[in-house]
């Protein structure tokens, strides 16, 4: 009987059954791994319903077809035995594997599976009753979800705030990754997911992984008051378009280009900024048609109440008649990019510099942009020797950027690798082509490059580039 037994696993357990038992182990990890439920799932499916399918058959003819009277030899049985050994061991051991994988997968967001744990965990739906961003603004949205979650008191935009919505206002997509403190001082974040296609609930997942910096330009609060205030009806009713969208990333820089910015105020009056005489700066909201780039987005930037309009652009005073620009790296020491001759647009600077607050400046450097001709894009300084200027050129449409290390004596350009993108299937191009003035964060540098007036690929998005050696050389690090 037990030789029989033998003959019995070794016919049920086989190298080959084995075999395909790994290969279905393999597509059920790459499914945990990566996802592809569409493609994986048929074949996963396919072979452990034959495996059962077989040892049901290898079952039923062993017991009641095989020919009983049929002796097995000595050697038979041996074989019987190692095949039954190897397979059943050959088993575990692919079994063992599989565990180890499916649990790296689900845990500490290494895998597919992981994500699908956590939104099953952590994600609801939220009924989105306030969905009309014409009647509603975004302040019905946080309405509806507070319905069902004690949401912080002020919230921070970790990415970007990013919708469209119809002719009718009626909000078809959004997306959203916010946080902020709750009332215990912990940091709750909340992923915002809706498509209208799909379902008519808000998907929400919380506690998500989250860089917490807590911006101030990165405020949630200017875009709910712009929202509600601002002429978003208005802007596009002349648009021939089914989808229109909404983008807002803080606070941004948008240069001295004014092709299609608007200031606002609390109110949400607007006008426009026809000379800009320093950086136009603020909380924008960017109103487009996502699918279709031959009409100009229109930009809403907050006029910020505590800012004069000599400071804005405006109006024009003695002290920026010429289009300076200043920056104090202490109360008394400061640099300046000072205006001394314009034309046809562009303008002609030389580098000041100041040891007493402003009283008296000194010329560091007659052409700090050795020759080149354009529009100051920003100045700043890291410390008294290492700074950088900008220089936007073609009306905004690009910018270069310059380095020193000798406190503006001699200025060298700053080379960022070129970020190219598919515009076509054989084509591609490089958008991000407008540097702002590089940031130091713990020893390292850093700089965001925007794609000036005549960009906005992929919602206005911009490259991020880091700095190990104080700005001699530059890596990607990613779109932002």
């Known amino acids: ?53 077989w040892v049901g058959w290898g079952l039923y003819w062993y017991v009641w077809k095989f020919n009983k009277k049929q002796s097995a030899s000595s050697r038979s049985i041996r074989r019987s035995k190692f095949l039954f050994l190897f397979s059943i061991n050959s088993f575990l051991l692919i079994t063992v594997a599989s565990g180890v994988s499916l649990y790296q997968s689900g845990t500490n967001l290494q895998g597919r599976l992981a994500f699908v744990i956590q939104d099953y965990l952590h994600s609801s739906g939220v009924q989105f009753a306030h969905n009309n961003i014409y009647e509603d603004g975004l302040n019905g949205l946080f309405e509806d979800l507070e319905t069902k979650y004690d949401l912080p008191e002020e919230l921070y935009v970790s990415n970007q705030v990013e919708l469209t919505f119809n002719k009718k206002g009626d909000i078809t997509t959004l997306y959203s990754f916010l946080y902020g403190l709750n009332k215990d001082g912990e940091t709750e974040s909340f992923l915002i997911d809706y498509d209208n296609s799909k379902s008519a609930d808000l998907s929400v997942t919380l506690n998500g992984n989250v860089n917490p910096t807590f911006e101030k330009t990165m405020r949630l609060q200017p875009l709910l008051d712009a929202v509600e205030n601002l002429p978003i009806k208005d802007t596009v009713k002349n648009w021939d378009e089914e989808t229109l969208g909404i983008y807002y990333a803080g606070s941004r820089s948008w240069g001295y280009n004014t092709e299609g910015v608007f200031y606002f105020d609390e109110k949400g009056d607007t006008f426009p900024i026809e000379t800009a005489f320093n950086e136009i700066i603020g909380y924008t909201i960017s109103v487009y048609t996502p699918n279709n780039n031959t009409i100009a987005p229109v930009r809403f930037v907050d006029y910020s109440p505590t800012v004069s309009p000599a400071q804005i652009g405006d109006v024009p005073t003695d002290q920026n008649m010429n289009d300076n620009e200043t920056y104090f790296l202490t109360e008394k020491l400061g640099y300046q990019l000072f205006e001394v001759d314009a034309a046809l647009g562009s303008r002609f600077y030389t580098l000041n510099k100041t040891t007493d607050g402003g009283n008296t400046w000194e010329d560091v450097n007659s052409d700090p942009f050795s020759g080149q001709l354009g529009v100051s894009s920003g100045i700043t300084f890291i410390d008294e020797n290492l700074g950088f200027i900008g220089l936007s050129r073609s009306g905004g449409s690009y910018a270069d950027i310059y380095r020193t290390t000798d406190g503006g004596v001699t200025f060298e350009k700053v080379e960022l690798p070129t970020i190219e993108v598919p515009l076509t299937d054989t084509e591609n191009y490089a958008p991000f082509d407008f540097p702002e003035m590089p940031y130091k964060e713990s020893d390292n540098l850093f700089i965001q490059v925007g794609q000036g007036q005549d960009g906005d690929y992929n919602g206005g998005s911009k490259a991020l580039y880091q700095s190990k050696d104080n700005g001699e050389t530059w890596v990607y690090v990613g779109e932002v």
């Open 1 to 53: 009987m037990k030789n029989k037994n033998y003959k019995l696993r070794a016919f049920i357990f086989n190298p080959v059954t084995v075999a395909i038992y790994a290969i279905g182990c393999y597509y059920l990890c790459s499914l945990a791994q990566y996802g592809g439920i569409a493609q994986k799932a048929p074949i996963i499916l396919t072979i452990f319903l034959s495996l059962f399918v």
